[in-house]
């Protein structure tokens, strides 16, 4: 069974843990990956544009100039929405761009996208990742030990853990989040993911049971 090289805070290697893609989805779905990524950008946006249409924006009634005799097409309004100052001719308005996949959808697809991670050798796994006080120079020499310094990175823990969160959360392009708030596109997004060994068996076990259910 492929495996992964599990190792320490200093970069040395201290076992291996089994697991292959097909432990965590039984396939990848491309169609579905992006359909769910699609959906939380599409969540993400404010929806707050707004523009003025002709019936708000300032300026006179009056008509510009005399209907004949001056060569010009007829001209009623200077704010009409071909005039500069005028208002849009479709004004944007706010509108709720948010919508929801299927809950076991949005689960899989979640699976889907960790499972490729894996297949494509981008999951770094570390025994344990905890801080007796918040401590960002630790955190980035752990990075630098196994590797990982400068690249967009997500970290993965088991749990809530408000000692690995501060010591990151000022490092570029590093992310944290526990498993349970891990979706596809927090784990696509970035090139790299580091996860303790605790997460990825959580993991393992949540796709397991999963499969057991649906079958």
Known sequence: ??????????GKSVGKFDIEPTDLAPRINKQLLHDAVVMYQSNLRQGTARTRSRAEVAGTTQKMYRQKGTGNARAGS????????????FAKRPRDWTYRLPRKALQMATRMALAAKVRDDEVTLIDELSFEAPKTRDMAAILKALQLSGESLLVATAGHDINVYKSARNIDRVTVSPVS???????????????????????????????????
């Open 78 to 89: 200077r704010r009409s929405g071909i005039r500069r100052g005028g208002g849009h001719i």
């Open 181 to 215: 708030d891990l979706n596809a596109l927090t784990v696509l997004l970035p090139k790299r993911v580091l996860m303790t060994k605790a997460a990825l068996e959580a993991l393992k076990t949540a796709a397991g049971d999963a499969k057991q259910a649906a079958s």
């Open 1 to 10: 069974m492929p495996s992964l090289t599990v190792y320490d805070k200093t």
